[in-house]
């Protein structure tokens, strides 16, 4: 596991208050959403608002392609890395 994800599972878990689950207990691959995590939009909404603060991370709530980013962990790490300041 990468870094960055265990850090967003962290994320995830602190953001959310998600005090039953442990980062060990979510796969990076796990969709977040609906049968996975169980995550709704509310929780995509706090999780996306962290993600920006934490990250400094400019999220586009028109981005067409915004939910595949918010699939899983890994799909998350991803466009984490790939728009993070450096």
Known sequence: MSNLALEIKELIIDSLGLEDIAPADINDD?????????????????????????????????????RRHFASVASLAAFVAARRPA
Not at 52 to 62: C, G, L, N, T
Request: proline share 5%; glycine share 8%.
């Open 30 to 66: 796990e969709p977040l959403f609906n049968d996975g995590l169980g995550l709704d939009s509310v929780d995509a909404l706090e999780l996306g608002l962290a993600i920006q603060k934490r990250y400094a991370v400019k999220i586009d709530p028109e981005d067409k392609d915004i």
